[in-house]
């Protein structure tokens, strides 16, 4: 676990890649970010994906984009990896953390750091599935 922080509010995040690995195209798999309020007070989180000039298509989604902790509290944000085409996938979430609570904000909102993600789709159903037997006799 590292803390990312440039100054208060601190807001731990866990874990900082995540990687899919392969996956068939057309499946969907998810994996979990974690994000912990270490700050003495209530902050409010919103995850964004960087526009990039080549931004047509992003094969991750999440759960949610935005949100509230209080102090010492964990939020779980659900990541998906649902490739419509093959290829190798690399993206960005940024992080921003505002003090406050959208009633009573504290300061402004800043850019704390990101979550790389990763993975790669392929069109091979038995490369994406390391649980598959084939039995070719004896």
């Known amino acids: 676990l590292e803390t990312i922080s440039q100054r208060s509010p601190?807001?731990?995040v866990s874990p900082q890649d995540v990687n899919?690995?392969?996956l068939q195209v057309n499946l969907k798999k998810s994996q979990i970010v974690t994000l912990t309020n270490?700050?003495?007070?209530?902050v409010t989180w919103t995850l964004r994906f960087p526009v990039e000039e080549d931004?047509?298509?992003?094969p991750f989604t999440l759960s949610s984009i935005q949100g509230?902790?209080?102090p010492f509290e964990s939020v779980p944000v659900d990541v998906f990896f649902e490739p419509l085409g093959e290829g190798e996938f690399t993206?960005?979430?940024?992080i921003w953390v505002q003090p406050g609570r959208p009633s009573n904000f504290i300061g402004t909102q800043k850019r704390i750091g990101s979550v790389t993600l990763r993975g790669i789709a392929?069109?091979?159903?038995?490369?994406g599935h390391p649980l598959v037997s084939i039995?070719?006799?004896a």
């Not at 270490?38 to 209530?42: D, V």
């Not at 931004?55 to 992003?58: C, I, M, Q, R, T």
């Not at 993206?91 to 940024?94: F, M, R």
């Not at 392929?122 to 490369?127: A, E, K, L, R, T």
């Open 38 to 42: 270490t700050f003495i007070a209530p």
């Open 68 to 70: 509230e902790l209080d």
């Open 135 to 137: 039995d070719f006799g």
């Open 10 to 12: 601190a807001v731990l």
């Open 20 to 22: 899919f690995s392969i």
């Open 91 to 94: 993206k960005t979430v940024d």
């Open 55 to 58: 931004d047509s298509y992003n």
């Open 122 to 127: 392929s069109q091979n159903s038995i490369q």
